[in-house]
């Protein structure tokens, strides 16, 4: 089947830092890719939608500035996430929508911010 | 807005026992449900949906099915093996799969 990867899996960074993560469709080409994040024992929640060759859209109460999203080709996305503090560590994971509206994910990476 | 919401784990069976993982849900409209399931160390696997009401999604001997008037869609399986631990997630996508909703996801340890 579809496979997403995701890169890195864990990242621990210092406060201020930026973090990238990455997130590639290896087997298909993907219009759009989703982000999501999740906090302990809440559910995945959408950041923003992922179109290739324009700007993304973000849901409400996030900050675009502060998560930056790329997806400058079909089948790569990342996500940015600048002057990481605290309280953005957080599991993030990606999806790739592929046909018949299926979405295909990435494994996800624990961002930990000292 | 829609929501799901999914029982807390972690949930903890021994092999062969029955399992239920409840699922209620909150949409505007007809939303497909899903079912997802995250193996350790691996992305997030679509294990079965159901796109109306009434219809049974089901794979791998897990079954859900579409409950319109308790807007539900628990996910059961008659006989769990220690293959089967891992992250289960309830979702819902309206309008074309353009936006999915989750739950918090339930975690099942199978013990031998």
């Known amino acids: 089947g579809a496979v997403v990867s995701q890169h890195p899996s864990r990242v621990i960074c210092k406060s201020g830092t930026s973090v990238k993560i990455e997130c590639r469709s290896l087997d298909f080409q993907a219009t759009t890719m989703f982000w999501y994040r999740q906090f302990p024992k809440q559910s995945l929640m959408l950041m923003a939608t992922?179109?290739?060759?324009?700007?993304?859209?973000?849901e409400q109460g996030v900050e675009k500035d502060k998560f930056l999203i790329n997806h400058a080709s079909l089948t790569l996305s990342t996500l940015t996430v600048t002057s990481a503090h605290p309280e953005d560590s957080s599991f993030y994971i990606c999806s790739a929508r592929g046909g018949q509206g299926r979405l295909f994910f990435g494994s996800g990476t624990q961002l930990s911010v000292l | 807005g829609d929501s799901v919401t999914q029982m807390e784990g972690p949930v903890t069976l021994s092999e062969e026992a029955f399992l239920t993982i409840n699922c209620t849900y909150t949409?505007?409209?007809?939303?497909?449900l899903f079912w997802y399931v995250q193996y350790p160390g691996e992305g997030l696997q679509l294990l079965l949906k159901?796109?109306?009401?009434?219809d049974k999604g089901s794979n791998k001997g897990f079954e859900a099915t579409y409950r319109k008037e308790t807007t539900s869609f628990h996910l059961e399986k008659g006989s769990v093996q220690v293959s089967d631990s891992a992250v289960y997630f309830c979702?819902?996508?309206?309008?074309?799969?353009?936006?999915?909703?989750f739950g918090s996801g339930t975690k099942l340890n199978v013990k031998p």
């Open positions: 992922s179109n290739e060759g324009s700007k993304a859209t973000y």
């Open positions: 979702a819902l996508s309206e309008y074309n799969f353009n936006k999915f909703y």
């Open positions: 949409a505007t409209g007809y939303p497909s």
């Open positions: 159901a796109t109306k009401a009434d």
